[in-house]
């Protein structure tokens, strides 16, 4: 269960990584 955790954890990471990155994209367009 703490395995299943780590790994939900790090894909919200990454999900937060690429959202950030797509912000600053976006903004950068602007």
Known sequence: EAKAAATFKAQIEKL????????RMVIGNQ
């Open 16 to 23: 937060q990584q690429e959202r950030d990155e797509f912000q």
